[in-house]
T-cell receptor, first 115, second 114 residues
């Protein structure tokens, strides 16, 4: 089975801190994604990557950056955390780029609280 | 992007079939129909997808209307573990250079009564 793991289930940070969220997948998938999920707003795409060192902005990239130095690992970075970035963060991966029949595999999520 | 419309919530009894509807009247001819579900405190998980024909897998069946403007996810025998939010999502067949992420709406909150 494909496994997508995220570094933390729960994280508490202070305003202004630099925050790293790590995601690892073990099935050699090309695509990796970061979403955030907020009540009433559903899941929203922050960034995605279709190859090592490649990244594309999603719907809400402001305040975030990403890094993909290895195929299996995709990091989400909050350069200076703010309270409005308190959310559930979900990482996902899928096999092929540009295919509408791709199945996405999600990690368990990281619930980030910024105080 | 083509949108989907789902009921906010549905209730069913354990061990009975469940039919979850989804309307997607602006679907294009090359959009796949995906269903995902999200159990409490977990990330979403893939359920099934289809393009034109009905599909079956070990989790569920997907019935697609002939005009493709609607679809129905069928859980043949619901269990308490099927209580989740179910999302119906459209995904272009060839997303080309655009974002390959999925657009999740609010989904249907399925409640299973014992």
């Amino acid at each position: 089975d494909v496994k997508v793991t995220q570094s933390s289930r729960y994280l508490v940070k202070r305003t202004g801190e630099k925050v790293f969220l790590e995601c690892v997948q073990d099935m050699d998938h090309e695509n990796m994604f970061w979403y955030r999920q907020d009540p009433g707003l559903g899941l929203r795409l922050i960034y995605f990557s279709y190859d090592v060192k490649m990244k594309e902005k999603g719907d809400i990239p402001e305040g975030y950056s990403v890094s993909r130095e290895k195929k299996e690992r995709f990091s989400l970075i909050l350069e200076s955390a703010s309270t409005n970035q308190t959310s559930m963060y979900l990482c996902a991966s899928s096999l092929f780029y540009g295919r509408g029949d791709n199945e996405q595999f999600f990690g368990p999520g990281t619930r980030l609280t910024v105080l | 992007d083509a949108k989907t419309t789902q009921p906010n919530s549905m209730e069913s009894n354990e061990e009975e079939p469940v039919h979850l509807p989804c309307n997607h009247s602006t679907i294009s001819g090359t959009d796949y129909i995906h269903w995902y579900r999200q159990l409490p405190s977990q990330g979403p998980e893939y359920v099934i997808h289809g393009l034109t024909s009905n599909v079956n897998n070990r989790m569920a069946s997907l019935a697609i209307a002939e005009d493709r403007k609607s679809s129905t996810l069928i859980l043949h025998r619901a269990t308490l573990r099927d209580a989740a939010v179910y999302y119906c999502i459209l995904s272009p067949k060839d997303s080309g250079g655009g974002a390959d992420g999925l657009t999740f709406g609010k989904g249907t909150h399925l409640i299973i009564q014992p």
